[in-house]
């Protein structure tokens, strides 16, 4: 069973670092200091558990454009599995849905966000020498 819950533990926000570690640090050569970055504390996080385990994580935080949805990971062999489809979807049911929302999607998940009516703006920028695309929210 899945549950996806806002981190309000030091235990759970340490689950959820592990993740994107795992993701980010490991899989994909993300420099930590470029993950783990200083809006940690000001982002609301959460976590995605499968059957008690984590397997998820992603934030989001209010920038002075908007609200910034962030740090989408799931463990590799959860991918498949919806995961990050119920991390968007409760990330989207509690933000306010007034104020302009965007993300920076890699390029090869630009195709998952447009699923869900995000449009892709501006060219293509590299963070962490990764192509992205700037989405909006269309709604």
């Keep these: 069973m899945l ?12 689950k959820a670092m592990v993740i994107r570690r ?6 994909q050569n993300v420099p ?8 940690e504390t000001v982002s609301t996080h959460i976590l995605a558990l499968q059957s008690g385990q984590p397997v998820g994580t992603a934030r989001w935080r209010v920038t002075a454009t908007g609200i910034k949805l962030e740090r989408f990971a799931v463990l590799s ?13 409760f990330t ?10 965007y993300l920076y999607s890699q390029i090869s998940a630009v195709g998952f966000y447009e ?5 892709t703006q501006g060219k ?3 963070e962490a020498d990764i192509p992205h695309r700037k989405m909006i929210l269309m709604k």
């Design 3 to 14: 549950e996806i819950k806002i981190i309000k533990s030091n235990s759970d926000l340490e």
């Design 92 to 101: 989207l049911n509690k933000i306010d849905m007034e104020a302009t929302v």
């Design 77 to 89: 062999e959860y991918r498949g599995s919806h995961i990050g489809t119920a991390l968007l979807k």
């Design 22 to 27: 795992n993701v980010f640090v490991d899989e």
């Design 124 to 126: 293509i920028f590299y």
């Design 32 to 39: 930590e200091f470029i993950e783990i970055d200083e809006f």
């Design 115 to 119: 699923k869900y009516g995000f449009v």
